[in-house]
């Protein structure tokens, strides 16, 4: 017992002179724009803007990081006259280069991929494959703790594909709506306070 308790030790002690300031988890919060929807004679209607928090969790990779991003946007869509509550869900597998500039300051750009969920009041949840590109600066306070600023796109691979919203009759053409193309763009400026350890 106490055998294999030393070992455990002697790993630890060789793994963590390593290991320290390779895990980046980042809270973020911001505001996300876009999402256009058309309905069947071609009226325009947007997600609307509105606040979208997030995390992501990173570790280094040679001169950049490398991990997943997760982001929520709660809001509505409003079409003939009737306003929907919607929800966007981001997670994309992300990897960025870092540059620093200047003493504690530093730059990144990104690029990411992975799935969206569509989730329309009244329609069930749409599951679509998405890809993003990002960009921003980091002010590091300590070694462990810096501040975020970062803007960010993110495109879902729609194929102009329709969504019945219909409680009754979903075959009616006045109760459906369509998305524009066949991307559905969304901007995102966000903060966010990193945490390395």
């Known amino acids: 017992m106490n055998r294999n308790l030393l070992g455990l030790a002697v790993a630890l002690a060789s793994f963590s002179s390593g290991a320290y300031a390779e895990v980046y988890i980042t809270p973020l919060v911001g505001y996300g724009m876009g999402g256009t929807f058309e309905d069947a004679e071609g009226n325009d209607a ?3 803007n509105a606040l979208a ?3 992501s969790i990173e570790t280094d990779v040679e001169k950049g990081r490398l991990g997943l991003f997760y982001s929520q946007q709660d809001s509505d869509v409003t079409i003939n006259g009737l306003n929907l509550d919607s929800t966007v869900r981001y997670l994309h597998f992300q990897s960025a280069v870092f540059s620093e500039f200047r003493e504690n300051w530093g730059a990144y750009f990104g690029l ?3 799935g969206t969920q569509i989730d329309i009041q009244r329609v069930d949840a ?3 494959f998405s890809a993003g ?3 921003g600066l980091e002010y590091k306070f300590t ?3 810096a501040l975020q600023g970062q803007l960010r796109y993110l495109g879902t691979l729609v194929d102009s594909d329709s969504i019945s919203y219909c409680e009754g009759d979903s075959s009616s053409t006045s109760c459906q709506f369509f998305f524009k193309s066949d991307w ?3 901007f995102q400026a966000n903060l966010g306070l990193t945490f390395s350890f």
């Open 133 to 135: 590109v990002y960009t």
């Open 46 to 48: 947007d997600i609307d």
């Open 143 to 145: 070694d462990n703790f």
């Open 53 to 55: 928090y997030g995390i």
């Open 184 to 186: 559905m763009s969304q």
């Open 112 to 114: 990411s991929l992975g």
């Open 126 to 128: 749409e599951y679509k």
